[in-house]
């Protein structure tokens, strides 16, 4: 019988108030058995996720979710990994796969749970974003509940993260003018400049809801869609622009992550100037697209591998990072899909 594994774990043992940081994990070592039932693979891990969703999980307050993340288990998180052994016909040693296997250097999952990727046709690490679930999120939720129209104005906040920075992209494909909302000039110069935003905005450089409006209005005039990750005062700005039946995709509320989520901020009342307007106003969560990966994977795909997305990567070195790195993800400024590799 082979010798077993030391599996490195990180476990997520404390609900936190605020910002979620190292503080709410402990790390562990255990042996795994390396013995593999039918159907079963062992994989080895080589990038883990690092996402928002996974504070949302912390909420005490009920979610997409029944319950919270329970307490002393491995976080959750898709992984990109190898495999190791494999007794499902298949998957072979040494194939790249995806799968939601959480914060652990390696696991026993069944084959039927894993995603075989070709690292002929882009990096394994893409498909835990723009190839994966912050790909789906926007290519769908933009398209499908934003439905952008050639020479209408798109809006977009936290337009230089994993899934912003793409709903920027693909909303330029649509023809749309763009606008991107992001924090610091530097990110914003990468937005227009690199993403192909035509207009960035930074919101810290504003003092309130009522400032950023106003430079969004004499920039484009009025958003037609608003692509909102952010919620918050970003949001308060952006409602106002609203014109006549536009869609309003809800995608997150980051700036309520640090908290928010347990005690929701309140802000102003939209309702009636959505009425006037006609407006549509539509959640969207990616697994509701996950059956329709395919389908997205064959429209960005070929885009990716013709070097026509820009699809940045902020990757940190180490498994040891990993809860330093979601307390970034909220607090830091990283471009594009925030990553940890081994
Ligand atoms: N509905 C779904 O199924 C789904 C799926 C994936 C993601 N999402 C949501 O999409 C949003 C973006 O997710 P992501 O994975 O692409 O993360 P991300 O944008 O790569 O990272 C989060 C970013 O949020 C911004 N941020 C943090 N605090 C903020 C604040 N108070 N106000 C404004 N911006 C703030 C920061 O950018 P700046 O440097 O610009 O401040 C940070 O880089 C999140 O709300 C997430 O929950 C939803």
Redesign the pocket.
């Known amino acids: 019988m082979p010798s077993p594994t030391i599996n490195r774990q990180w476990l997520y043992t404390q609900i936190p108030d605020a910002v979620v940081g190292p503080e709410h994990y402990s790390y562990s070592e255990v042996e795994l058995q390396r013995s593999l039932a039918v159907g079963e693979v062992l994989v080895e891990a080589a990038y883990w996720s690092v ?3 996974m504070r ?1 999980n912390q909420s005490r307050r009920p979610t997409w979710n029944a319950e919270p993340h329970p307490l002393g288990v491995v976080q959750s998180a898709a992984v990109v990994g190898r495999v190791l052994d494999s007794r499902d016909p298949e998957l072979a040693s040494g194939d790249w796969v995806e799968g939601p296997l959480g914060w652990q250097t390696h696991a026993k999952a069944h084959g039927s749970t894993l995603r075989r990727l070709d690292p002929t046709l882009a990096p394994p690490s893409t498909a835990l974003g723009v190839l994966g ?2 790909g789906r ?1 926007a290519w769908f939720g933009l398209m499908e509940a934003g439905r952008p129209q050639p020479g209408e104005v798109v809006v977009v ?2 337009a ?5 920075s793409l709903v920027v992209q693909f909303a330029k494909r649509a023809g749309a003018t763009v606008v991107g909302i ?3 000039a530097e ?1 914003c110069r990468w937005v227009r400049e690199s993403l192909g935003a035509d207009v960035a905005l930074d ?1 810290r450089a504003y003092g309130d809801a009522a400032a950023l409006e106003s430079a969004l209005r004499e920039a484009v005039g009025g958003t037609d869609v608003y692509f909102d ?2 919620g ?1 005062m ?1 949001s308060d700005a952006v409602m106002p622009t609203i014109r006549r039946r536009a869609r309003i995709v809800v ?5 309520q992550y640090g908290g928010g989520l347990d005690e929701p901020e309140s802000g102003p009342r939209f309702s009636h100037h959505l009425l006037y307007q006609r407006a549509t106003m539509q959640g ?4 509701d697209y996950l059956h329709r990966m395919d389908e997205m994977l064959a429209r960005v795909g070929p885009w990716v591998q013709r070097g026509e997305i820009v699809f940045e990567q902020t990757i940190s070195a180490g498994f040891e990072t990993l809860p330093r790195v979601l307390q970034e ?2 607090t830091g ?2 471009r594009g ?2 990553l940890v590799s081994a």
């Open positions: 996402d928002p969703y949302i679930m912050p999120t906040s936290a230089g993260g994993a899934v912003g992001a924090g610091g990110k919101y990750n952010t918050g970003i995608c997150g509320a980051v700036s969207i969560l990616a697994r993800l909220f400024s990283h899909k925030r």
